[in-house]
C-alpha cells in the first residue's frame, strides 16, 4: 500500500511540474506584441523586439525640417500608417528552430500613392508659386492645404498579405532587422510607401 501510495505522490507531482512548464514561445507573439504597440504607441522602444541593427527612427518618420509643413506631413503619415487592422494568418518553425516566418494580413491605407500624389503635386505647385513671388510661409500653406485635400477622403481598404522574418536568439524570437530583411512585411504595414518611394526615385533617375 505504501509503496502505491509513493506511486501516486510521484505521478501527482510530475504532472504538476509538467503542468507548471513554460509554454514554447511563438514566433506570432512577437509580431503581435510590436504591431500592438505600433498601434498604440509608436514612440516606444521596439529594439527588444529586433534582431540586428534597429534604430527606432526606422519605425518614425521624422525630418530635420521644423517648418509646419514638415510637421504637418509627419503627423499626417503617423496618424495613417498606425490606423491599420491586421490578421495573423499562420507561423511556419523552421527544423531546426532557429527561424521563422509569420504570415500577416494588413489593412492599411494606401499611403504609398497619397505621399507620391502629395509629392508630385506639391513640386508643380511650389515651382509656380514661387515664380509668382510668393512667400516661404504661402509656399508651406499651399502644401498645407494640398495635404488636407488628398488626405481627407482616404479609405483603409488596402490590403496587402506579407511574411515576417524571425530568429530565435536567447530564448525569444525576434524580428530579423536590416534594410532587405523584412522589406515586403513593412512595405504592408505602411501601406505600399516602401514600394511607391523606391519606384517614383528610380523614375526621376531614368528621366536626368
Not at 504591431?35 to 518614425?60: C, I, M, R, W
Not at 505647385?125 to 494640398?146: M, S
Request: net charge negative; proline share 2%.
Amino acid at each position: 500500500m505504501k509503496k502505491f501510495v509513493v506511486m501516486l505522490i510521484s505521478m501527482f507531482l510530475s504532472l504538476s511540474i509538467l503542468g507548471c512548464a513554460k509554454p514554447e514561445p511563438k514566433p506570432s507573439e512577437t509580431v503581435t506584441k510590436v504591431l500592438n504597440l505600433l498601434k498604440t504607441d509608436v514612440q516606444a522602444d521596439f529594439s527588444p523586439y529586433f534582431h540586428g541593427e534597429f534604430d527606432n527612427s526606422d519605425f518614425v518618420p521624422t525630418s530635420k525640417d521644423d517648418s509646419e509643413l514638415a510637421k504637418k506631413l509627419e503627423s499626417t503619415l503617423i496618424a495613417r500608417y498606425t490606423d491599420f487592422d491586421y490578421v495573423i494568418l499562420n507561423e511556419t518553425i523552421a527544423e531546426d528552430k532557429k527561424t521563422a516566418t509569420v504570415e500577416v494580413e494588413f489593412t492599411t491605407y494606401d499611403i504609398g500613392t497619397l505621399i507620391i500624389s502629395f509629392i508630385t503635386q506639391y513640386i508643380v505647385k511650389a515651382f509656380e508659386l514661387a515664380f509668382a513671388g510668393k512667400t516661404e510661409a504661402e509656399l508651406n500653406q499651399a502644401g498645407i492645404d494640398l495635404l488636407d485635400t488628398l488626405s481627407k477622403d482616404m479609405k483603409k481598404d488596402k490590403v496587402s498579405r506579407v511574411s515576417a522574418s524571425l530568429s530565435f536568439v536567447n530564448g525569444v524570437w525576434l524580428i530579423d532587422a536590416g534594410e532587405e530583411k523584412n522589406r515586403g512585411f513593412f512595405n504592408g504595414l505602411t501601406g505600399g510607401m516602401i514600394d511607391s518611394i523606391e519606384k517614383w526615385t528610380e523614375s526621376m533617375g531614368e528621366d536626368e
